[in-house]
Protein backbone atom coordinates (compact mmCIF):
# COMPACT_ATOMS: atom_id res chain seq x y z
CA UNK A 1 0.00 0.00 0.00
CA UNK A 2 1.74 3.00 -1.34
CA UNK A 3 0.19 6.84 -0.50
CA UNK A 4 0.80 10.31 -1.53
CA UNK A 5 3.00 12.08 1.11
CA UNK A 6 1.31 14.33 3.33
CA UNK A 7 3.90 14.77 5.86
CA UNK A 8 5.21 18.43 7.20
CA UNK A 9 7.82 19.10 8.64
CA UNK A 10 7.93 22.11 10.56
CA UNK A 11 10.67 23.42 13.41
CA UNK A 12 9.00 26.90 14.77
CA UNK A 13 8.78 26.73 18.86
CA UNK A 14 5.43 28.31 18.22
CA UNK A 15 3.07 27.59 16.11
CA UNK A 16 0.36 29.99 15.30
CA UNK A 17 -3.38 29.33 13.45
CA UNK A 18 -6.26 31.22 12.73
CA UNK A 19 -9.49 29.88 12.34
CA UNK A 20 -13.43 30.06 12.78
CA UNK A 21 -14.47 28.35 15.72
CA UNK A 22 -17.47 27.29 14.57
CA UNK A 23 -16.06 25.51 11.54
CA UNK A 24 -15.50 21.40 11.49
CA UNK A 25 -11.74 22.31 10.77
CA UNK A 26 -10.87 24.50 13.43
CA UNK A 27 -12.28 22.26 16.00
CA UNK A 28 -9.45 19.58 14.30
CA UNK A 29 -6.78 21.98 12.90
CA UNK A 30 -4.56 21.55 16.46
CA UNK A 31 -4.74 17.58 16.12
CA UNK A 32 -3.79 17.19 12.75
CA UNK A 33 -0.74 19.32 12.34
CA UNK A 34 0.00 17.16 15.82
CA UNK A 35 -0.41 14.48 13.46
CA UNK A 36 1.29 15.54 10.53
CA UNK A 37 4.27 16.27 12.30
CA UNK A 38 4.09 12.90 14.16
CA UNK A 39 4.27 11.09 11.27
CA UNK A 40 7.03 13.25 9.70
CA UNK A 41 9.33 12.35 12.11
CA UNK A 42 9.03 8.54 11.25
CA UNK A 43 11.85 7.01 8.71
CA UNK A 44 12.06 3.21 9.47
CA UNK A 45 8.94 2.22 7.93
CA UNK A 46 7.20 0.34 9.99
CA UNK A 47 4.91 -2.47 9.04
CA UNK A 48 3.00 -4.05 11.43
CA UNK A 49 1.47 -0.94 13.22
CA UNK A 50 -0.66 -0.26 16.38
CA UNK A 51 -2.49 3.21 16.62
CA UNK A 52 -3.75 3.75 20.53
CA UNK A 53 -6.68 6.10 20.67
CA UNK A 54 -6.85 6.08 16.58
CA UNK A 55 -10.57 7.70 16.05
CA UNK A 56 -11.73 8.03 12.71
CA UNK A 57 -7.86 7.78 11.40
CA UNK A 58 -6.44 10.44 11.53
CA UNK A 59 -3.07 8.66 11.46
CA UNK A 60 -3.90 5.89 8.86
CA UNK A 61 -4.60 8.68 6.46
CA UNK A 62 -1.02 10.04 6.26
CA UNK A 63 0.64 6.78 6.40
CA UNK A 64 2.79 7.01 3.21
CA UNK A 65 4.62 3.76 3.11
CA UNK A 66 4.34 0.12 2.40
CA UNK A 67 2.22 -1.56 5.69
CA UNK A 68 1.47 -5.48 6.29
CA UNK A 69 -1.18 -4.57 9.02
CA UNK A 70 -2.62 -1.90 11.03
CA UNK A 71 -4.48 -2.85 14.02
CA UNK A 72 -6.05 0.94 15.95
CA UNK A 73 -7.48 0.77 19.60
CA UNK A 74 -10.35 3.44 20.42
CA UNK A 75 -13.48 3.72 23.40
CA UNK A 76 -15.54 5.47 20.92
CA UNK A 77 -17.80 3.17 18.52
CA UNK A 78 -18.52 6.24 16.36
CA UNK A 79 -15.11 7.02 15.61
CA UNK A 80 -14.05 3.74 14.77
CA UNK A 81 -16.95 3.48 12.53
CA UNK A 82 -15.34 6.59 10.50
CA UNK A 83 -12.47 5.06 10.39
CA UNK A 84 -11.19 3.52 7.11
CA UNK A 85 -11.92 -0.10 6.74
CA UNK A 86 -10.04 -2.57 4.11
CA UNK A 87 -8.22 -6.04 4.96
CA UNK A 88 -5.25 -4.92 7.08
CA UNK A 89 -7.10 -3.03 8.53
CA UNK A 90 -8.09 -4.44 12.45
CA UNK A 91 -10.61 -2.34 15.25
CA UNK A 92 -10.91 -2.38 18.11
CA UNK A 93 -13.89 -0.92 19.96
CA UNK A 94 -11.73 -1.01 23.32
CA UNK A 95 -9.74 0.74 26.23
CA UNK A 96 -6.10 0.61 25.42
CA UNK A 97 -5.06 0.97 28.90
CA UNK A 98 -6.18 -2.98 29.16
CA UNK A 99 -2.66 -4.76 29.40
CA UNK A 100 -3.99 -7.99 28.94
CA UNK A 101 -5.83 -6.49 25.56
CA UNK A 102 -2.44 -5.35 24.65
CA UNK A 103 -0.55 -8.22 25.43
CA UNK A 104 -3.05 -10.32 23.07
CA UNK A 105 -2.06 -8.71 20.38
CA UNK A 106 1.43 -9.87 20.21
CA UNK A 107 4.08 -7.69 18.88
CA UNK A 108 4.27 -4.47 16.78
CA UNK A 109 7.11 -3.06 14.82
CA UNK A 110 5.90 0.36 16.13
CA UNK A 111 3.11 2.08 18.66
CA UNK A 112 1.92 5.31 17.67
CA UNK A 113 -0.31 7.42 19.47
CA UNK A 114 -1.44 10.74 18.54
CA UNK A 115 -3.19 13.40 20.79
CA UNK A 116 -4.54 10.15 23.03
CA UNK A 117 -2.45 9.37 25.76
CA UNK A 118 -2.80 12.40 27.86
CA UNK A 119 -6.37 11.06 28.74
CA UNK A 120 -4.91 7.80 30.62
CA UNK A 121 -5.54 7.19 34.28
CA UNK A 122 -2.11 5.34 34.71
CA UNK A 123 0.35 6.79 31.69
CA UNK A 124 3.42 5.50 33.53
CA UNK A 125 2.04 1.97 33.84
CA UNK A 126 0.66 2.31 29.99
CA UNK A 127 4.11 3.02 29.07
CA UNK A 128 5.03 0.25 30.64
CA UNK A 129 2.83 -2.06 28.89
CA UNK A 130 3.36 -0.14 25.30
CA UNK A 131 7.13 -0.96 25.84
CA UNK A 132 6.59 -4.69 26.36
CA UNK A 133 4.89 -5.47 22.69
CA UNK A 134 6.68 -3.02 20.54
CA UNK A 135 10.28 -2.26 19.09
CA UNK A 136 9.70 1.61 18.25
CA UNK A 137 7.57 4.58 19.31
CA UNK A 138 6.02 7.03 17.96
CA UNK A 139 3.95 9.32 20.31
CA UNK A 140 1.93 12.68 20.79
CA UNK A 141 0.67 13.61 24.39
CA UNK A 142 -1.09 16.71 25.16
CA UNK A 143 0.47 18.60 28.16
CA UNK A 144 -0.02 21.05 31.00
CA UNK A 145 0.70 23.96 29.10
CA UNK A 146 -2.29 23.55 26.79
CA UNK A 147 -4.57 25.92 27.82
CA UNK A 148 -1.80 27.24 30.42
CA UNK A 149 -3.90 30.98 31.38
CA UNK A 150 -7.45 29.77 31.81
CA UNK A 151 -5.67 27.38 34.45
CA UNK A 152 -3.76 30.36 36.16
CA UNK A 153 -6.71 32.37 35.99
CA UNK A 154 -9.23 29.86 37.77
CA UNK A 155 -7.03 27.51 39.71
CA UNK A 156 -8.27 24.44 38.13
CA UNK A 157 -5.61 22.25 37.95
CA UNK A 158 -4.71 20.57 34.48
CA UNK A 159 -4.92 16.64 34.56
CA UNK A 160 -2.60 16.61 31.43
CA UNK A 161 0.63 15.56 32.42
CA UNK A 162 3.96 17.53 32.81
CA UNK A 163 6.28 17.51 29.85
CA UNK A 164 9.32 17.18 32.22
CA UNK A 165 7.78 14.09 34.63
CA UNK A 166 6.54 12.56 31.50
CA UNK A 167 9.95 12.79 29.24
CA UNK A 168 11.46 10.98 32.74
CA UNK A 169 8.41 8.07 32.55
CA UNK A 170 9.50 7.71 28.74
CA UNK A 171 13.16 7.24 29.38
CA UNK A 172 12.26 4.37 31.97
CA UNK A 173 11.33 2.14 29.26
CA UNK A 174 12.90 3.66 25.75
CA UNK A 175 15.82 5.03 24.34
CA UNK A 176 13.96 8.20 23.41
CA UNK A 177 13.64 11.94 21.46
CA UNK A 178 11.56 14.17 23.06
CA UNK A 179 10.81 17.48 21.54
CA UNK A 180 8.28 20.18 23.03
CA UNK A 181 5.79 22.22 20.64
CA UNK A 182 4.29 25.00 21.43
CA UNK A 183 0.90 26.03 19.46
CA UNK A 184 -1.65 29.04 19.31
CA UNK A 185 -5.26 28.94 17.56
CA UNK A 186 -6.77 32.69 17.40
CA UNK A 187 -10.35 33.30 17.77
CA UNK A 188 -12.13 36.29 17.10
CA UNK A 189 -13.85 36.65 20.50
CA UNK A 190 -14.02 34.89 23.90
CA UNK A 191 -17.00 33.32 23.28
CA UNK A 192 -15.84 31.18 20.14
CA UNK A 193 -12.39 30.43 22.43
CA UNK A 194 -14.14 29.14 25.31
CA UNK A 195 -17.00 27.04 22.61
CA UNK A 196 -13.66 25.52 20.91
CA UNK A 197 -12.57 24.10 24.25
CA UNK A 198 -15.86 22.48 24.94
CA UNK A 199 -15.95 20.95 21.85
CA UNK A 200 -12.37 20.11 21.16
CA UNK A 201 -11.83 17.00 23.00
CA UNK A 202 -8.43 18.28 24.99
CA UNK A 203 -10.15 19.82 27.71
CA UNK A 204 -10.60 18.86 31.68
CA UNK A 205 -9.63 19.95 35.08
CA UNK A 206 -10.24 18.79 38.46
CA UNK A 207 -13.37 20.91 39.05
CA UNK A 208 -16.04 22.70 37.00
CA UNK A 209 -16.55 26.50 37.02
CA UNK A 210 -20.18 27.56 37.98
CA UNK A 211 -22.16 30.08 36.03
CA UNK A 212 -20.21 33.30 37.18
CA UNK A 213 -16.78 32.10 37.49
CA UNK A 214 -17.73 31.24 33.77
CA UNK A 215 -18.76 34.81 32.63
CA UNK A 216 -15.73 36.03 34.70
CA UNK A 217 -13.20 34.38 32.69
CA UNK A 218 -15.09 34.70 29.44
CA UNK A 219 -15.07 38.76 29.81
CA UNK A 220 -11.62 38.78 31.17
CA UNK A 221 -9.46 36.31 29.17
CA UNK A 222 -6.23 38.35 27.99
CA UNK A 223 -5.45 36.59 24.96
CA UNK A 224 -6.87 36.58 21.31
CA UNK A 225 -5.67 32.73 21.31
CA UNK A 226 -5.20 29.47 23.16
CA UNK A 227 -2.75 27.92 24.00
CA UNK A 228 -1.90 24.17 23.65
CA UNK A 229 1.49 22.13 24.55
CA UNK A 230 2.18 18.91 22.70
CA UNK A 231 5.40 16.28 23.38
CA UNK A 232 6.50 14.79 20.99
CA UNK A 233 8.50 11.40 21.63
CA UNK A 234 9.79 8.74 19.41
CA UNK A 235 12.08 6.11 20.04
CA UNK A 236 12.88 2.16 20.41
CA UNK A 237 11.91 0.38 23.39
CA UNK A 238 15.20 -0.92 25.83
CA UNK A 239 13.26 -4.13 25.91
CA UNK A 240 13.87 -5.18 22.37
CA UNK A 241 12.65 -8.08 20.56
Known amino acids: MKKPDLRENRSLHTLEFSRRAESYHAHNIIQKKVVQKLLSSITSGPRKILDLGCGGGAVYERIDWEIESFTGIDKADQMCA ?8 RLLQADFEDAGLLKSLGRFDMVISSSALQWAHDLPKLLENIASITDEIALAIFCDGTFRTIYEMT ?3 SFL ?5 LQKELEKHFDVTCKTEHYRL ?4 NISKFRYI ?3 GVSGGTRRLNVEETRRLIRDYPHDYLEFEVLFATGRSRRGC
Open 155 to 157: GIS
Open 161 to 165: PESGM
Open 186 to 189: TFED
Open 82 to 89: LHPQGEHI
Open 198 to 200: KRS
